[in-house]
């Protein structure tokens, strides 16, 4: 589990950002979202942020979509320093999503969820939870990375020991803090490797979509969306 102070909020809008200029936006299927959060609707459309950390994503989607309800859920409150107003339709609350979330049943036309990994002990189960407080036809968004380092030609780095081709300190901390997060066994680290099959199998999700992408770690790919981060 990570730190929640103003350093580690400040990190995760840099993530939050990079995320938002990956897809030109808060959320990918933007026809689907947009559809589900109308707000011809006849009750008003409500979205969940779970792990919202700093609460960047759960503030722009509020003021994206001020007809609809927005909270934010996490283990602690954001410090919301560099807020001076937050959107009236969104609101945190502190909660622990590895609990059942009953209270939250079919209550939601949208649920995001976005690197909690290290946050969640039983990611399959948490599929379960999660699909509780959605409402029918809803949709559940999940986004998650993997510790590995790919190369400019999208070929993951070996991990090998110094003086070894191939070798990369990058690579070296992340293969470390990996085997670390691995062997306290109170996260689901390696989780994402098992969610095509966990959803797949789990009977609530319907019409699921996976797609994997790459984040640049060094200069910004020629191609993608801006180089504002």
């Keep these: 589990m990570l730190p929640v102070d103003d350093v580690e909020h400040k990190r995760q809008d840099i993530q939050h950002y990079v995320f938002k200029l990956h897809m030109n936006g808060l ?12 707000p011809k609707q006849p009750e008003r459309p409500a ?11 759960a503030l ?27 959107p009236s339709n969104c609101r945190f609350e502190i909660d ?50 993997f510790p590995q380092l790919y190369d400019e030609n999208f070929q993951p780095h070996p991990t090998t020991l110094e003086g070894h081709p191939g070798f990369t300190w ?7 803090a990996y085997s670390a997060f691995l062997a306290r066994a109170d996260n689901a680290i390696d989780s994402k490797q098992f969610w095509a099959k966990w959803i797949a199998e789990n009977p609530n999700y319907e019409n699921p979509v996976f797609q994997d992408v790459f984040m ?14």
Excluded: C
């Excluded at 979205?47 to 994503?57: A, K």
């Excluded at 927005?70 to 107003?85: E, M, Q, S, Y």
């Excluded at 939250?104 to 509780?132: K, Q």
């Excluded at 640049?216 to 981060?229: D, E």
């Design 27 to 38: 959320y990918p299927a933007k026809d689907l979202v947009r559809a589900v959060l109308s």
């Design 47 to 57: 979205v969940l942020d779970i792990g919202t950390g700093s609460g960047r994503w």
């Design 60 to 86: 722009e989607m509020a003021m994206e979509f001020p007809h609809a309800e927005v909270i934010g859920l996490d283990l602690a409150p954001p410090t919301l320093k560099d807020i001076p107003n937050i």
């Design 96 to 145: 622990n999503a590895n609990l059942p979330l009953d209270h939250y049943e079919n209550t939601f036309n949208l649920v995001h969820v976005r690197g909690v990994e290290l946050g969640i002990t039983d990611f399959n189960s948490f599929l379960y939870n999660v699909a509780r407080t959605i409402k029918p036809g809803g949709i559940v968004i999940i986004a998650g990375g």
């Design 170 to 176: 990058s690579q070296r901390l992340i293969g470390e």
């Design 216 to 229: 640049p770690l060094g200069p910004w790919q020629s191609g993608m969306y801006s180089p504002a981060v």
